[in-house]
């Protein structure tokens, strides 16, 4: 049975979907104000990695995951460039979605826009004022009255005196406690027209976290399965989605026995680049698109995953040399292997395996293991044996997403960058040059292209009858 480690119980638990055979999973998407980075492509993979695996143990799934299309730095960004909020926006979401499909991931089932949400905000917004758990302030600003709502901070496992000392902001403007947040923003004079919606409380725009709240409820109701994102989210936003959905749900008279907002709560861990917290500043910030000039999507993917997805992991090129080194192995294996494209045994010890390791709350390290453990035995066995084995092996990475290129295209293109510049036409006129010194016994002219070749990072197989495969190191 799957076990999920749910962030709110700090514990594994077994999963049991509210509707039996179907899931409905909601996760945190971009703000889209600028290309997407690593980070958010770690979130993206990790996601994608569940739900391909939800639907491979046959869960019917409904995948959202929203788009953040307005907010303070949109704004900014906006103003600076002198353009549109919606233009910005939608060169980024296209943007965003080219480097998703060019990493070869699902689309969701649904990306619901903050901006087609506005109404579905003011209902949230408007039903919390009712319970008192919300104010308008001086300021024109609708405030969450956090200390109104019996259990805020569960989900960050801190009190409201915890809370309330590491909070910095003072008192000021429309708030009445430095806790509380903000979920409708009155309109400043300056901003431009299109950044703000005619409401109750006059003009203005939705608060970040509202949004969340307001598209998952509407898409998959008010109590749903799984939430995830990345560990950053976990608090406040998190945190604040949890205390304005049950708010406007139950009231001040919110029960601990009355159904949560989300069953499981999911945080996949931050990205590290040469073990430095990622930043601009710091100038370790990487895009995804750049990123990709470099190294195969599938590259990225693998190193995604062979950390849990719950764990911190350290990017750097060696890691990620370290990825294609350990793709090629599982792709050496499936070369020259007549596939039978044929159902596997579902009592496979490999196959069992590869689940045991899945269903252990998404643990792809150790399922990529027992990739590896198969690819060694594809490599030692004969005959039909060794066709099911690689069989298996392909079957079992397609629920990660791996090992579905053609083996020897994948073997041959290399990186993206350096070794590739080393030209097929090249490498393949020199290994007929090698046959014919063969051929010639100048064995040492042979063994020269041979060692020219290997130093060039292409690496050379003498196959019986006189065939000669070659790989990029």
């Not at 103003?79 to 060169?91: D, F, W, Y």
């Not at 993206?416 to 016994?441: C, N, V, W």
Request: proline share 4%; aromatic share 8%.
């Amino acid at each position: 049975m799957l076990q999920i480690y749910n962030t709110l119980s700090r514990s594994k638990q077994a999963f049991k979907p509210i509707e039996p055979g179907k899931v409905k999973m909601y996760v945190c998407g971009m703000t889209v104000y600028d290309f997407c980075h690593i980070g958010h492509a770690r979130v993206m993979i990790v996601f994608d990695m569940v739900v391909r695996w939800l639907r491979a143990s046959g869960y019917e799934v409904v995948y959202v995951r929203n788009i953040t299309d307005i907010d303070d730095k949109i704004i900014n960004r906006a103003i600076e460039n002198g353009e549109p909020i919606s233009a910005l926006t939608q060169r980024f979401i296209d943007a965003m979605h080219a480097d998703s499909d060019e990493l070869g991931l699902m689309h969701p089932d649904h990306e619901p826009r903050a901006t087609d949400y506005i109404a579905q905000m003011q209902g949230i917004i408007g039903r919390l004022i009712e319970n008192e758990l919300a104010y308008q302030g001086d300021d024109g600003d609708v405030n969450f009255a956090v200390r109104l709502f019996p259990g805020y901070g569960r989900l960050s496992g801190k009190s409201l005196d915890e809370l309330n000392a590491g909070e910095r902001v003072a008192v000021g403007g429309g708030k009445r406690d430095p806790l509380d947040f903000v979920l409708w923003k009155s309109a400043k004079a300056e901003e431009p027209a299109d950044t703000r919606w005619s409401s109750p409380w006059g003009e203005g725009r939705p608060g970040w976290h509202i949004e969340c709240s307001a598209m998952s409820c509407d898409l998959l109701g008010e109590h749903f399965d799984i939430h995830g994102g990345g560990a950053d989210l976990q608090f406040p936003h998190h945190e604040n989605e949890i205390a304005q959905s049950e708010g406007a749900l139950y009231g001040q008279a919110h029960q601990a026995s009355d159904a949560p907002f989300v069953n499981y709560w999911m945080h996949n861990g931050h990205i590290r680049v040469n073990e430095e917290k990622m930043s601009k500043s710091l100038g370790n910030f990487f895009l995804i698109r750049d990123v990709l000039k470099n190294f195969d999507p599938e590259v990225l993917r693998f190193f995604m995953l062979r950390a849990h997805y719950r764990s911190p992991i350290n990017y750097s090129d060696t890691q990620l040399e370290e990825a294609r080194s350990g793709l090629m192995r599982l792709y050496t294996a499936l070369a020259q292997v007549p596939l039978t494209n044929q159902s596997v045994d579902p009592h496979s010890p490999w196959v069992k395996r590869f689940a045991d390791a899945m269903n252990d709350d998404f643990n792809t390290p150790e399922a990529i293991a027992a990739l590896f453990d198969l690819a060694s035995e594809v490599n030692r066995a004969q005959g039909e044996e060794k066709a099911q084995l690689a069989n298996t092996l392909k079957v079992l990475a397609a629920s990660l997403n791996f090992l579905q290129c053609d083996p020897t295209i994948f073997l041959q293109a290399g990186s993206r960058g350096g070794d590739a510049a080393l030209s097929t036409e090249h490498i393949e006129g020199q290994i007929a040059a090698r046959i014919e010194a063969k051929q010639s016994k100048d064995f040492a002219k042979a063994d020269l292209i041979r060692k020219t070749l290997l130093e060039q990072g292409v690496v050379l197989e003498d196959k019986s009858g006189g065939i000669t495969e070659w790989r990029r190191s």
